[in-house]
């Protein structure tokens, strides 16, 4: 690989971008440098921010395999209605 900038500092600008993504803005995620790839975990909202998490790793680390563990958990209607005092 042709990239000499430490994994820290790639985890951090990736992590970075991901949180300042349009479609993603999300700040709970890890960002992990493990060799040649590059590990996300955590949980998004919308299968598209999952997409979109994606886009920038390949955008920005394009020589790293992106292993992506981000979850995207049911949502699920309530059972019933809530009442309020």
């Known amino acids: 690989m042709g ?4 994994a820290e ?3 951090e600008r990736l992590r970075e971008a ?4 349009p479609d ?3 700040l709970g995620l890890t960002v992990q440098i493990i060799e040649s790839s590059v590990v996300v975990t ?6 598209s921010q999952r997409e979109a998490i ?3 790793v390949q955008r920005l ?3 790293y395999d992106l292993v992506d563990e981000v979850d995207v958990p049911p949502m699920s209607p309530p059972d019933g209605v ?3 005092n």
């Open 82 to 84: 809530e009442q309020l």
């Open 42 to 47: 955590g949980a998004v909202s919308t299968p």
């Open 24 to 26: 993603v803005h999300e």
């Open 3 to 6: 990239n000499t900038e430490p």
């Open 54 to 56: 994606g886009r920038v």
């Open 9 to 11: 500092y790639l985890a």
């Open 61 to 63: 680390a394009p020589d």
């Open 18 to 21: 991901i949180a300042t993504e």
